[in-house]
């Protein structure tokens, strides 16, 4: 299958590229690079082993995205484009929906001209909200999100559902990842976030090679076995996979399905900052401190759902995640930008 890939350059974009590659399938990307860039798209043509077509343009530019699509004959989307950062979305909310709302409504308005029906979408499980009970299933209503991110993906959520209840030619796949990290088994392509890591595992990672200082541990009196919070972390390459799986489920059907990816594992951040230490021989230094406003003590994700509908299952464990990640941040000690 030929597939876009917006925000193709990104950390899950990159390595979903590689799968599809590998799986056989033929994928473009679109990326504005806002928070990339095409030193990634390289690498990942390097691990292939051939070119990958790619563009450098806004997808909520539709003079931009007409032309692509007139370019290409496309089975699938997968929509990946969109700003991820929790805390920045607080502070500037505006930016946010904008960005992800109107690229997501650019981008179906340009499908729909094009006659291409069938999209998975990166959701998260933000959209659940601090759900009192563990694990996460598809069919919980959600209480609200806690912040304007999780917002834009419940909102595009039913903005997918609603274009497949409004044309049942449509096929939607929303994808709720959980806590994605680790990194491509060779190292080349892996997260590169820019500026100081809001999320653990980048965190740990700057460490590791001596970029920051120590780790804090956000609260250790949460009612979990060790007190600090606990989060399904998956790798990566099995969430690239999940998604080639999601586009050959798009394609031999229509309608809408929302579908977990996780592994249903949950692990603490002692736990990941143990096993990072113990898999690569480095010492992780950190203190503990206060909660961080709106987390929760633990959440995972009932990934059953993905096995029944997709026959996809998580299969790196934590070691993986750990070994992986830290291979990418040695190699690339100053992320791409070193490059
Ligand atoms: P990322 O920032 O690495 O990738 C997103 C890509 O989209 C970037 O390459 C960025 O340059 C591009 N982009 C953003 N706005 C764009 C626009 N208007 N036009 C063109 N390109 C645009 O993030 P990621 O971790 O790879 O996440 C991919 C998707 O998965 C995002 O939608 C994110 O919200 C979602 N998600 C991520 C996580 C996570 O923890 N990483 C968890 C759940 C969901
Ligand atoms: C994990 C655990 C922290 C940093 C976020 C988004 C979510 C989704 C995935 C996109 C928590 C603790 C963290 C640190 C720490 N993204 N921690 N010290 O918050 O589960 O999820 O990323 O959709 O929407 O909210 O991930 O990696 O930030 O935190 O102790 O420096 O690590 O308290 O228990 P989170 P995270």
């Known amino acids: 299958m030929k597939i876009l890939l917006t925000g193709g350059a990104g950390f899950i974009g990159s390595h979903t590229c590689v799968e599809l590659c590998e799986a056989g399938h033929e994928p473009v990307i679109v990326d504005n690079y806002i928070n990339s860039c095409e030193e990634a798209v390289r690498r990942v043509e390097q691990i292939v082993g051939h070119p990958v077509p790619h563009y450098e343009a806004d997808v909520r530019d539709a ?19 969109g700003l991820k950062a929790v805390g920045e979305s607080v502070a500037q909310p505006l930016r946010y929906y904008r960005n992800n709302l109107d690229s997501t409504l650019t981008l179906c308005e340009v499908m729909q001209a094009h006659g291409v029906k069938r999209i998975v979408f990166s959701s998260s499980a933000t959209v659940y909200g601090n759900q009192p009970v563990v694990p996460y299933r598809e069919d919980m209503p959600s209480i609200g999100c806690t912040n304007p991110y999780g917002w834009t993906k419940f909102m595009i959520e039913k903005i997918l559902e609603g274009q497949c209840n409004a044309d049942p030619e449509w096929s939607v796949v929303l994808l709720r990842y959980f806590n994605p990290i680790g990194a491509h088994s060779s190292g080349l392509i892996g997260e590169d976030p820019a500026g100081i890591p ?31 919070g606990v989060r399904d972390y998956i790798h990566v390459t099995d969430l690239a996979r999940g ?10 059907r229509t309608g809408c399905e929302i579908i977990n990816l996780g592994t ?6 002692l736990d990941l900052v143990n096993t990072f230490q113990a898999v690569n021989g480095v010492k992780i230094p950190y203190v503990i401190t206060s ?9 995972y994700a009932d990934p059953s759902k993905a096995k029944e509908l997709l026959g996809w299952t998580a299969e790196k464990t934590l070691e993986d995640m750990c070994r992986d990640t830290y291979r990418f941040q040695r190699q690339n000690p100053k992320g791409y930008h070193g490059a």
């Open 63 to 81: 003079e931009a995205m007409h032309r692509i699509f007139s370019e290409n004959e496309f089975d699938c989307v997968v929509h990946f484009a």
């Open 198 to 228: 809001n999320n653990l595992m980048p965190y740990i990672a700057k460490v590791a090679v001596g970029e920051l200082e120590k780790l804090s541990v956000f609260g250790n009196d949460y009612p979990t076995p060790d007190g600090t």
């Open 243 to 252: 998604h080639v799986k999601a586009c050959d489920f798009a394609s031999g």
């Open 264 to 269: 249903g594992h949950g692990y603490s951040v």
């Open 291 to 299: 909660r961080r406003p709106g987390d929760i003590a633990e959440n």
